[in-house]
């Protein structure tokens, strides 16, 4: 599990996001849980950069798991954007849907 330890996240450093994402995935994580708890900003560069991650770990059987963000993006969450994730709204929602996973 890794967290989100940014209060924003735009162009200035979405693509260290990317790359911290990518190297989790290359080293073999399965499950990558981003905790948005603390951000409070996310641009079209932040989805952006969690389209790409989520993509990339479909493609290598992994998933990313985001929590802590509905409250902030309900207009985001209106227009479906968040469809093409898995949400949850708590980390501890999200880190009991993790252990299901792992049980399976």
Known sequence: MRCVHQRRIDSSNATELLER???LLSSG??????????VLYLTSAAFRVLLVATDEAERNAARVVLCGLLAKCGAVRDGGLLEAFTVHGSREDALASCDDLRSQ
């Open 21 to 23: 994402l990518n190297k």
């Open 29 to 38: 994580e399965r499950t990558i849980l981003i905790d948005f708890e603390q």
